[in-house]
């Protein structure tokens, strides 16, 4: 069974800083998504990362997958209070023709950013 | 392009009625899955279809089911609802399996 560990679970900051939520996991991953999501709603989709080292950045939000493909981050630079919300992160097994589709979800880590 | 829509949004029932939940996944994607979601063990997969066909199933009780018809919609059924099953119900669509997917906004399900 592939597991996700993902940290901090809750984050309350002050706007303008930066932080800092990590993914972790002792499986490997053919690709990681990260998703936003907001109260009683789904979870919306902000980056798929897919090679080891690979870095992407989405305007203040900078995206990292580990070179073993086992673990990721996410950084939000000078953080707003849009940035409210649940983070989730995601991977897809590796072995594709038994996992299908099938995501395996962290926890997620609710930010809030106190304006 | 219109995104994944799931019907109900909201649904109150008694436990031991069975339910059933719509998905209509975006225009020219196949591929559907059903995540169930709650506070104390996040998001759980139940089940992905592709073409009609059950891809793959979760740790899930055979109380949960799931079809697709030919216009990729889907519906999931859970009979014999417990209260243990109140949850949050996604839907997520994809091109065709292993490509990204893209959630719904959820149907709320209590189970009283």
């Known amino acids: 069974t592939q597991l996700l560990e993902q940290s901090p679970q809750f984050l309350s900051i002050q706007e303008g800083e930066n932080l800092t939520v990590y993914c972790n996991s002792s499986?490997?991953?053919?690709?990681l998504q990260w998703y936003r999501q907001e109260p009683g709603e789904g979870p919306v989709l902000l980056v798929t990362?897919?090679?080891?080292?690979e870095v992407k950045k989405l305007k203040r939000l900078t995206f990292q997958f580990g070179d073993a493909r086992k673990d990721s981050s996410l950084h939000i630079t000078a953080a707003q209070p849009g940035d409210t919300g649940l983070y989730l992160c995601?991977?897809?097994?590796?072995?594709?023709?038994?996992?299908?589709?099938?995501?395996?979800f962290g926890e997620g880590t609710q930010l809030t950013v106190n304006p | 392009k219109a995104g994944v829509t799931q019907t109900p949004r909201y649904l109150i029932k008694t436990r031991g009625q069975q339910v059933t939940l719509s998905c209509s996944p975006i225009?020219?994607?196949?591929?559907v899955s059903w995540y169930q979601q709650t506070p104390g063990q996040g998001l759980q997969f139940l089940f992905e279809?592709?073409?009609?066909?059950?891809?793959n199933k979760g740790n899930f009780p055979g109380r949960f089911s799931g079809r697709q018809f030919s216009n990729s919609r889907s519906e999931m059924n859970v009979s014999t609802l417990e209260l243990g099953d109140s949850a949050l119900y996604l839907c997520?669509?994809?091109?065709?399996?292993?490509?990204?997917?893209?959630f719904g906004p959820g149907t709320r399900l209590t189970v009283t």
């Open positions: 499986s490997v991953f053919s690709s």
């Open positions: 990362v897919v090679t080891g080292g």
């Open positions: 995601a991977g897809a097994g590796v072995e594709q023709e038994t996992s299908g589709s099938r995501l395996t």
């Open positions: 279809y592709f073409s009609e066909t059950q891809r």
């Open positions: 997520a669509s994809s091109f065709r399996p292993h490509y990204e997917q893209y």
């Open positions: 225009s020219g994607h196949r591929s």
